[in-house]
């Protein structure tokens, strides 16, 4: 399978710990985006990057989370302190854009955050 | 600010029935608007875009500018079909980047 990969798959964790997940997007798609999904929402968008730039921060982005892509291809999403509030799905996706052109988003399977 | 309505949170149908599912959505700007599936047990993928016009898998979505609607259709549902589907509208001039879901609706369609 060639998609966003993401890692862990699931995690669960105590409150006060810090968590970090992975993603590895489609090889050489230039933007990288992480969502958040919980129950019986839609995906919330959180941050994306454009190569190793990180060019939008949502306000959900609190102090307590940060994304990175150090040389523009994997990306991390750490999550300090966690609160049970952090409970979701955390979606990664990926695409290819250059100039206007309309480009398609995909997504991975995302990872499960449980703090207990 | 950009917000997304799916009215319905659950759809049942009949196989062999028409089925549309609702996306009602409300920018001030030129907004680009999808349909987005995640079937059982896999990720999020897209279905269509209103700027291209097709037709996927027997599915339309017609942009009612009037309406601020886009509403997906299918005029003959298959098992197959039963998903979560959601609605997404990308308020970033083209590129994409920044996509707001509806919170989706469940389609069951029963043999």
């Known amino acids: 399978d060639t998609g966003v990969s993401q890692n862990p798959r699931h995690k669960i964790t105590k409150r006060g710990q810090n968590v970090t997940f992975r993603c590895d997007p489609i090889?050489?798609?230039?933007?990288l985006y992480w969502y958040r999904q919980t129950l019986g929402q839609g995906p919330e968008f959180l941050t994306y990057?454009?190569?190793?730039?990180?060019?939008?921060k949502s306000r959900l982005l609190s102090d307590r989370f940060s994304a990175e892509r150090p040389k523009g291809s994997f990306s991390t999403l750490e999550i300090q302190r966690t609160e049970q509030g952090d409970s979701a799905m955390y979606l990664c996706?990926?695409?290819?854009?250059?100039?206007?052109?309309?480009?398609?988003?995909?997504f991975g399977e995302g990872s499960w955050l449980t703090v207990v | 600010a950009q917000r997304v309505t799916q009215p319905e949170k659950l759809l049942s149908v009949f196989k062999g029935a028409p089925v549309e599912l609702k996306c009602n959505y409300s920018?001030?700007?030129?907004?680009?608007l999808f349909w987005y599936v995640q079937y059982s047990r896999q990720r999020l993928q897209l279905l269509l875009r209103?700027?291209s016009r097709e037709s996927i898998k027997g599915f339309t979505a017609d942009l009612n500018k009037g309406e601020t609607s886009f509403h997906l259709k299918k005029p003959f549902a298959q098992e197959e079909d039963s998903a979560m589907y959601y609605c997404?509208?990308?308020?970033?001039?083209?590129?994409?980047?920044?996509?707001?879901f509806g919170k989706g609706t469940l389609l069951t369609v029963n043999p």
């Open positions: 996706a990926s695409s290819f854009a250059i100039g206007g052109f309309r480009n398609t988003i995909y």
């Open positions: 090889s050489e798609h230039n933007r």
């Open positions: 990057f454009q190569n190793e730039a990180q060019l939008e």
């Open positions: 920018y001030s700007g030129s907004p680009e």
């Open positions: 209103h700027i």
């Open positions: 997404a509208l990308s308020s970033s001039g083209g590129s994409n980047y920044k996509l707001t």
